[in-house]
């Protein structure tokens, strides 16, 4: 391995294990990238199950621009990520942003925060997996299949994929993802050319002004919740800057990959909720929205009507291979941080081992099997305790990564302009508005959103806000963010050699030097 593949800003001796190993360089572009991060993003599942909440609990007929909101804002964010991104590329994303940003005792407990928070999310999708395949299963067969049988398949499948070169697995989130994009596409170009529904197109239902609004005639609804729901829907989307060390030519790739997955998921987030609405009926949609009998009504009624029954079959089965696809994609980010910690060797042993790569894949493959024990055990915990696939499992664990993630977001924002404009790097990219202003209204936006759902979490958690495991969540996030933030400052003080490799692997062409 040449020195230019060594640790990037503090050498090969900072920890005293020797060479780091890659992952396989080039192995993706820019289309890869985006596939694998709109992929954790899962529009089909985002559509269907966050549309109808947001329409009957939260703004109701405004949805749409609830979206639109969620769409400028994170793009705000992003503007000062994909800044980032220019001068710093790590499979740590968020890891090595903090840790540049706000130093790294802040960036060590944001490590453990948001790694806890991937590992947790392909547990959570699992459940929506198997809850969705066994109910189609059932539909087409007439027979009822266990739905852990369906949870082992997704994580047995989640490892073989991952063991592989990456484009694997871009190749098939592709070809998952291009398919529900297709069937969202249709349903909703099929209402634009039908000129609406039965109040026609319902343009108010994108006026921003009105995402603030709460739904008319349903006691108890915030528009809170329906801004809390379109935010939940963009979990995952910052997974671009993670394969930057895959990608090729990453200083321009991961930017470009990170503004167009943002901006696209949110267009098509905004006009696909619109049209549904629209192809309902506003009032009619907000009815709807109140029954978890009818949600899904919201889109299957406007596709039956105007495409064909055929479509409504074919959109229960996406909804099955959109939810593993996620899992998929949220299973490749956890094994890149658990991977990305390793290699720092902060534990003696962990280089050798979580830390490896494939010699002839270029995969964080140890990380990986290791991803898919610690997803495995929290499956089969939650079937040792009889537990709902859809509404402990998903719900849950969907709950707890989404605010570790949202505060880790929130985090990252801050620091792009510390970075910037505190610790005064890189003059040239530095901007009063890309890297200032735009990133602190993002990442003000980011706390508002952890706020919605501190408020909201009893009614996001459902009839799984008795269990113990949703009463102990935010001691749980901090408990880990403590945690980390307690292992920087123990290695600050007793091994400083530890310490300066805290979020420091990068690669050595676009390396930073303290």
Not at 24 to 32: H, L, M, P
Not at 86 to 108: P, Q, W
Not at 319 to 327: E, I
Request: net charge positive; hydrophobic share 50%.
């Amino acid at each position: 391995m040449s020195t230019n593949e060594m640790i990037g800003s503090v050498g090969t001796g900072a920890s005293g294990a020797g060479e780091v190993q890659r992952l396989k360089k080039n192995a993706v572009g820019i289309i890869g990238v985006i596939f694998m991060a709109v992929a954790t993003a899962a529009p089909i599942t985002a559509m269907v199950g966050n549309v109808p909440i947001a329409v009957g609990f939260g703004n109701g007929s405004y949805a749409p621009a609830g979206y639109l909101v969620a769409t400028i804002v994170l793009s705000l964010f992003a503007l000062g990520y994909s800044a980032m991104a220019k001068h710093i590329t790590a499979t740590g994303a968020f890891y090595g942003y903090i840790s540049h940003g706000l130093g790294r005792v802040v960036g060590m407990g944001a490590g453990a925060l948001i790694t806890m928070a991937y590992i947790v999310f392909e547990a959570s999708l699992v459940g929506i997996f198997s809850f969705f395949a066994q109910s189609t299963v059932q539909r087409y067969t007439d027979t009822k299949v266990p739905w852990i049988v369906f949870a082992l398949v997704m994580l047995a499948l989640n490892a073989v994929l991952a063991y592989y070169d990456i484009n694997l697995t871009a190749k098939v989130l592709g070809f998952f993802l291009l398919t529900e994009i297709l069937m969202l596409a249709l349903m909703a170009l099929a209402v634009l050319f039908h000129g609406g529904g039965p109040e026609g197109l319902a343009v108010e239902s994108i006026n921003p002004l009105n995402a603030f609004k709460s739904a008319t005639g349903v006691a108890g609804a915030t528009a809170g919740i329906g801004l809390f729901f379109a935010f939940w829907s963009w979990v995952g989307f910052e997974s671009t800057a993670m394969y930057g060390e895959e990608s090729r030519d990453p200083k321009r790739v991961i930017p470009r990959a990170t503004m167009l997955s943002v901006v696209g998921i949110g267009l098509f987030y905004v006009f696909v909720s619109w049209m549904a609405i629209a192809g309902t009926g506003p009032a009619n949609a907000i009815k709807l929205g109140q029954d978890t009998a009818t949600a899904g009504d919201i889109f299957f009624g406007p596709t039956k009507e105007l495409v064909g029954s055929w479509a409504v079959d074919l959109f229960s089965v996406l909804l099955m291979t959109g939810s593993f696809a996620c899992g998929m994609a949220f299973h490749n980010c956890a094994a890149r941080y658990i991977y990305a910690l390793g290699r720092e060797d902060l534990l003696p042993g962990f280089r050798r081992t979580i830390g490896r790569t494939h010699g002839k894949h270029g995969s964080p493959h140890v990380a990986s099997f290791v991803q898919t024990g610690l997803a495995t055990v929290l499956v089969l915990g939650f079937l040792a305790f009889n537990k709902d696939p859809y509404g402990d499992l998903y719900a849950l664990l969907a709950i707890l990564g989404t605010m570790a993630i949202l505060i880790v977001q929130a985090l990252c924002a801050f620091g792009v302009i510390g970075y910037f404009h505190v610790g005064k790097n890189h003059p040239e990219t530095a901007n009063w508005f890309r890297t200032l202003v735009a990133p602190l209204i993002g990442g003000l936006g980011m706390l508002y959103v952890v706020y919605l759902l501190w408020v909201n979490k009893d009614f996001a958690a459902g009839a799984a806000a008795k269990t113990l495991l949703f009463k102990l969540t935010p001691y749980l996030v901090v408990a880990v963010f403590a945690a980390g933030i307690a292992l920087a400052l123990y290695f600050r003080a007793r091994n400083p050699r530890r310490y300066e490799t805290i979020g420091r692997i990068v690669l050595e062409d676009t390396h930073e030097r303290d």
